[in-house]
Nanobody, 124 residues
Framework: QVQLVESGGGLVQAGGSLRLACVAS????????TGWFRQAPGKEREFVAAITWSGGYTYDEDSVKGRFTISRDGARNTVYLQMNSLKSEDTAVYYC?????????????????WGQGTQVTVSS
């Protein structure tokens, strides 16, 4: 089992920045991929970014287009999502998720563990 706790959400004005953190605990010695998803009210959960155990990464380019950066601190079992140039459409609950293995995973069904989410609200 892997437990995930997100932090760093909040209220920010459009154009501002936030850095989300996802701390993993439990069986973290085995390789896993960490992903960030978000869900806005009335919409489906959507993929944002993912990073593998070895540091490979990918983004949903349509939605983040160079504004977001995912990174990993293996020593702290923490994955960060740096979000810059935030827009009102980035408003959502952001979830981190962990999937066993070493591949990049981009769909929610591929992940095994989920955090409780952190709210990001961008005011225009």
């Amino acid at each position: 089992q892997v437990q995930l706790v997100e932090s760093g959400g909040g209220l920010v004005q459009a154009g501002g920045s936030l850095r989300l953190a996802c701390v993993a605990s439990g069986r973290t010695s085995s390789p896993y991929t960490t992903g960030w998803f978000r869900q806005a009210p009335g919409k489906e959960r959507e993929f944002v970014a993912a990073i593998t155990w070895s540091g490979g990464y990918t983004y949903d380019e349509d939605s983040v287009k160079g504004r977001f950066t995912i990174s990993r601190d293996g020593a702290r079992n923490t994955v960060y999502l740096q979000m810059n140039s935030l827009k009102s459409e980035d408003t959502a609950v952001y979830y981190c998720a962990a999937g066993r293995g070493t591949r990049l995973l981009i769909t929610a069904g591929q992940y095994d563990y989920w955090g409780q989410g952190t709210q990001v609200t961008v005011s225009s």
